[in-house]
């Protein structure tokens, strides 16, 4: 069944390390998001991409990076990691944004920042 | 004020009881509107959405007043497997690329 799936699962870190976060859509959907949720503040946009090449910024994207080279691939790459970015990472794609198209959610990256 | 705010909960409830979860958001640009359920350490996962006219789905009913910028989610006769966190979502309007803005939800525990 096509879908959207994350890679790791679960993933611990050092501090100062980079660390990419992987998602793939088989749905081809022209939008993709990356979310952070973490107690306290929900589900907090970090980027997103309407399409191939063209991402834009969310609420939170300071200190990660991400790239859209092709439409079923989305990774998210923390630069240098830090404590602060301990989360649930959830990828999510839809085929448009906003208005009457649902986000269908990946199952989730566990990142510990030690 | 944040853009999305729900009830804090949790709501304990026992089977078979009604249960209402509540929603204002900010911005009177926003045009579409959804309730979303999140298991314990799950994603999110599309409950319905919210039309003007108001919307049910089986015992959910949803609930929309554009004029209080506010949402509403019914739940009744409740089952043990309606425990989960309801999130409420609205999309940021044109000023904001329609980008969904996720309140942080409200916790519901259904009890025997």
């Known amino acids: 069944d096509a879908g959207i799936t994350q890679s790791p699962r679960y993933k611990i870190t050092e501090t100062g390390r980079q660390v990419t976060l992987m998602c793939h859509q088989t749905?081809?959907?022209?939008?993709m998001f990356w979310y952070r949720q973490d107690l306290g503040h929900g589900l907090r946009l970090i980027y997103y991409?309407?399409?191939?090449?063209?991402?834009d910024k969310g609420e939170v994207p300071d200190g990660y990076v991400v790239s859209r080279s092709k439409t079923e691939n989305f990774p998210l790459t923390l630069e240098s990691a830090t404590r602060s970015q301990t989360s649930v990472y959830f990828c999510?794609?839809?085929?448009?944004?906003?208005?009457?198209?649902?986000?269908?959610f990946g199952n989730g990256t566990r990142l510990t920042v030690t | 004020r944040k853009e999305v705010e729900q009830d804090p909960g949790p709501f304990n409830v026992p089977e078979g009881a009604t249960v209402a979860f509540n929603c204002t958001y900010s911005?009177?640009?926003?045009?579409?509107f959804f309730w979303y359920r999140q298991d314990c350490r799950k994603e999110p996962k599309l409950l319905m959405s919210?039309?003007?006219s108001g919307n049910e789905d089986g015992r959910f009913t949803a609930q929309l007043n554009r004029a209080s910028q506010y949402i509403s989610l019914l739940i009744r006769d409740s089952k043990l497997s309606d425990s989960a966190t309801y999130l409420c979502?609205?999309?940021?309007?044109?000023?904001?690329?329609?980008?969904?803005?996720f309140g942080q939800g409200t916790e519901l525990s259904v009890k025997p």
């Open positions: 999510a794609s839809s085929e448009q944004q906003g208005a009457n198209s649902p986000l269908h």
């Open positions: 749905w081809s959907h022209s939008y």
């Open positions: 991409s309407a399409a191939a090449d063209i991402t």
């Open positions: 911005n009177s640009a926003s045009q579409s």
């Open positions: 919210v039309y003007s």
């Open positions: 979502v609205v999309n940021g309007g044109k000023n904001q690329g329609g980008k969904l803005i």
